[in-house]
């Protein structure tokens, strides 16, 4: 798998959004000059994590995004897979019986526990990591300043 600039903005976004949780909604435009992404490209990967409840939105002048729950709450999987789809290296993994589409016999391959060990091992990282966590490093390295 490979994460597009679709998840990894998704993800510095919601970073973002972390290091200034509890301080109400923030303007698109800040997170977008913060991240350096585009405000548009931005409002439309809110708007899928607002869908899937990871944030919420307010309307007018003081509105903006937020986190929908607290940060300790969110894992950068959850994240992943509303931006990206399934945490899988390859299609034969999409599915529980493993015969995707270029798989016809899933339990004569060799290679799929390989395949199958890669997909746990990225699941166990995106799914163990917070935005809390992320948000706890940035702070101890002194780089959460100017979020």
Same mark, same amino acid.
């Given at each position: 798998?490979?994460? #597009?600039?679709?998840?990894?903005?998704?993800?510095?976004?919601?970073?973002?959004?972390?290091?200034?949780?509890?301080?109400?909604?923030?303007?698109?435009?800040?997170?977008?000059?913060?991240?350096?992404? #585009?405000?548009?490209?931005?409002?439309?990967?809110?708007?899928?994590?607002?869908?899937?409840?990871?944030? #919420?939105?307010?309307?007018?002048?003081?509105?903006?995004?937020?986190?929908?729950?607290?940060?300790?709450?969110?894992?950068?999987?959850?994240?992943?897979?509303?931006?990206?789809?399934?945490?899988?290296?390859?299609?034969?993994?999409?599915?529980?019986?493993?015969?995707?589409?270029?798989?016809?016999?899933?339990?004569?391959?060799?290679?799929?526990?390989?395949?199958?060990?890669?997909?746990?091992?990225?699941?166990?990282?995106?799914?163990?990591?917070?935005?809390?966590?992320?948000? #706890?490093?940035?702070?101890?390295?002194?780089?959460?300043?100017?979020?």
């Amino acid at each position: 798998m490979r994460v #597009s600039t679709r998840g990894e903005y998704g993800v510095r976004a919601m970073f973002d959004l972390a290091l200034n949780y509890g301080n109400g909604p923030i303007p698109l435009k800040a997170v977008a000059k913060r991240q350096l992404v #585009s405000e548009t490209y931005l409002e439309q990967l809110l708007g899928a994590l607002r869908r899937a409840g990871l944030v #919420s939105s307010t309307r007018g002048a003081q509105g903006g995004y937020e986190l929908a729950h607290p940060p300790e709450r969110i894992t950068v999987g959850q994240i992943i897979r509303v931006l990206e789809g399934p945490i899988t290296p390859l299609d034969c993994l999409d599915t529980d019986s493993g015969s995707g589409p270029y798989c016809g016999q899933p339990d004569q391959c060799v290679l799929r526990g390989l395949w199958k060990n890669l997909q746990d091992s990225m699941e166990r990282v995106l799914d163990n990591t917070t935005l809390e966590d992320l948000r #706890s490093k940035a702070i101890r390295l002194g780089v959460a300043q100017g979020q």
